[in-house]
């Protein structure tokens, strides 16, 4: 009989230890994140936030040094010259040395994921959290210098626009607020914001994509909807303002150049391909990327030089280096691919290799 | 395949119920009770059929198999078929309700993970499996607060700065209960089954704790309500042991009344004759058992005839 019970007790100790290591750490996947400068590309994906030398593709340092199941990180680094600044699904938020990956501080106020990347204005982050919140953090210490909450998560990187910020979030609302934390507007529209809110270079505009399908130009100074532009399906992806073109891309793979001053319809492209990592812009042109794995270049008259077929799927924005596109890979052996401006995969990054 | 047939439309059923509630963890209860409420006939026909194996473990015959070849399990397991033929237990019988209830409950687990959609790229794969006839659009993202949770994270109950998983400390407590309330009489300290139960009863709650202490909320709510659900399907279908509750010690043999109607009749004790001859085991078998048996599956087959 005691035979049994012990039996009995080591069957449940071990399904307890199977099912409690199920169990401990976020349960959630996600598109790896990236951010970029001259040189370096930074990666957060599952539990592990890389620096990856941007012309061979070779890591320099990943943080932490070792994997824990409770940190997972899938918010894109945001990069300035002193740091990389990166949240992870454990409610931290981090800043980490550039040239070595070594922790500097860390933020544990949170009380929901860092899902997307931060933005650095002056002497403070804001970080977008799942917890409803937008932490404006001091950038040299970390310490809390207020908290805007929503009533919603915020997936998306907030917009320093002069002295207000700009935050979207997923209750279908953009929010500007002042460098105190307190509110200046807040705009309903058609649907949640993923993407993130961008401006024009005068600034006194602001362009919000939606998941119910709508592109909005909004007064910047009181967030009044100027325009609104109806694309097909719904818009994941961050639009693109670049020399003067205002694009965006639907989930159904359709390119939309919209007039930035009244919405008007400039012309489309249809990629035939889903798209959610959305685009990037590039001299005389931008780059899309497509769930399958296609990376493509068009300039402004909607030729396409190059098209770069990975094996992989893409959900990640693409960033540029000096030299490189890099574009992040899920569902694939490798996690990173460069990709130099004439089309040329030059190479690749597998973490652990 | 399985996402299609099984995790799909309950998320879909769990998203319609959100847009009907307009409240993402009152949909989440509701849709356990519903899940129950669906899987109802399979859990009282594996109830009946545990409760069938129950009894027979106290039958007089069973106990002589049992007694007689305890050295030769293979003997043993013959004779034990052979009874179970007889007396239309069917071995699997509680089994095989509950294997057929494991997608459902897989499934129901499954589409809550999917329903708190976490990150973009889950966002994205939820939006693609809504059916048309909801607006996903009005729906999407799902807001996850409740009470005071958050359904995507672990919950904690913040007294007086104090971090109080209160879920998980409801978890284990219920998923006790649970097990303290449906653990059948035994009447054999010998029995295999109760010493199971015994263990179940001492690390069920713990493991259930553990996760839902260190799962997101959502779910730790789903392990809650599925709990209560149970406890309050077992008790409205009479089948609660109530006296377990403040039974601590070994168990002892008497059944409670609830249980009662079911079990064995006493019936007069016969003598029981072991004939060391190996022929004649199957006839004397039937003649040492047999009203006993057939009070035992009255209820359960009717159409069977006394034989005289």
């Not at chain 1, 996600?30 to 990666?43: H, Q």
Request: proline share 5%; glycine share 6%; with cysteine.
């Amino acid at each position: 009989m005691k035979i049994k019970r012990v039996f009995v007790t080591a069957v449940f100790v071990t399904l307890a230890f199977i099912l409690s290591a199920c169990a401990m750490g976020p349960r959630a996947v996600g598109a790896p994140g990236l951010s970029a400068d001259g040189e370096m590309v930074y990666v957060s994906n599952k539990q592990f936030v890389y620096a990856v030398n941007a012309k061979t593709g070779t890591q320099v340092w990943s943080y932490p040094s070792k994997a824990s199941t409770q940190i997972v990180f899938y918010a894109p680094p945001v990069v300035n010259e002193d740091g990389v600044y990166v949240g992870d699904l454990a409610n931290n938020f981090y800043k980490l040395d550039k040239a070595t990956g070594a922790e500097l501080w860390k933020f544990s106020g949170a009380k929901g994921w860092f899902i997307g990347q931060a933005a650095i204005a002056m002497q403070t982050i804001y970080a977008p959290s799942a917890d409803h919140s937008m932490y404006a953090l001091n950038i040299n210490d970390g310490s809390l210098a207020w908290k805007y909450e929503t009533d919603h998560q915020i997936w998306s990187q907030p917009l320093a626009l002069g002295d207000k910020i700009i935050v979207s979030s997923l209750d279908h609302f953009v929010h500007a607020v002042d460098e105190d934390g307190v509110e200046v507007w807040k705009t309903s529209l058609n649907g949640a914001l993923v993407g993130a809110p961008v401006s024009n270079e005068t600034m006194d505009m602001v362009f919000a994509a939606t998941i119910g399908n709508s592109l909005y130009g909004l007064d910047a100074s009181s967030g009044d909807v100027k325009w609104q532009f109806d694309a097909t399906s719904g818009l994941w992806a961050t639009p693109l303002y670049t020399q003067e073109n205002l694009l965006v891309c639907d989930e159904a793979g359709k390119i939309y150049s919209v007039n930035p001053k009244t919405g008007e319809l400039v012309w489309t492209i249809e990629t035939g391909s889903k798209v959610m990592g959305g685009l990037l812009a590039i001299e005389g042109g931008f780059v899309i990327v497509t769930e399958d794995g296609n990376v493509r270049a068009y300039d402004f008259e909607r030729k396409s030089p190059w098209n770069v077929k990975l094996t992989g799927e893409i959900y990640s924005t693409p960033v540029k280096t000096d030299e490189n596109i890099i574009v992040g890979l899920m569902n694939s052996e490798v996690l990173l691919v460069g990709i130099n401006l004439q089309g040329t995969q030059v190479w690749s990054f597998t973490p652990g290799k | 395949m399985w996402q299609t047939i099984i995790v799909n439309p309950f998320t879909n059923v769990l998203l319609a119920i959100t847009l009907v509630v307009q409240n993402f963890g009152v949909a989440i209860i509701l849709f356990t009770i519903l899940i129950k409420l669906i899987t109802w006939p399979l859990t009282t026909s594996s109830m009946k059929a545990a409760q069938s194996m129950q009894q027979l473990q106290s039958d007089p015959r069973y106990k002589k198999i049992q007694e007689k070849y305890k050295n030769d399990k293979e003997k043993f397991a013959q004779e034990q078929m052979k009874l179970y033929k007889e007396l239309g237990v069917k071995p699997m019988g509680s089994c095989l309700p509950n294997l057929i209830q494991l997608p459902i409950i897989i499934g129901l687990y499954q589409s809550i993970i999917k329903g708190m959609a976490a990150t973009p790229y889950e966002l994205l794969n939820l939006e693609r499996i809504v059916y048309s006839f909801l607006d996903s659009n009005k729906l999407l993202p799902l807001q996850n607060k409740f009470l005071w949770m958050d359904l995507g994270q672990p919950e904690r109950l913040s007294v007086f700065g104090v971090q109080i998983p209160v879920l998980a400390i409801i978890v284990v407590l219920t998923t006790f209960l649970q097990s303290k309330l449906m653990q059948p009489p035994t009447t054999n300290p010998n029995d295999q089954g109760a010493a199971f139960s015994k263990a179940m009863n001492l690390y069920m709650p713990i493991l259930m704790g553990w996760m839902a202490y260190s799962l997101a909320s959502g779910l730790a709510l789903y392990f809650l309500i599925s709990n209560i659900a149970t406890i309050a399907q077992y008790a409205i279908m009479g089948k609660v042991n109530w006296k377990n509750l403040f039974t601590f010690g070994p168990k002892p043999a008497s059944a409670p009344v609830s249980s009662r109607q079911n079990q064995v009749k006493p019936t007069k004790p016969e003598p029981v004759v072991i004939d060391e001859d190996e022929d004649d085991e199957e006839e004397e078998v039937e003649k040492v058992g047999k009203p006993s048996a057939r009070s035992m599956v009255k209820q359960r087959r009717p159409q069977m005839k006394k034989k005289k």
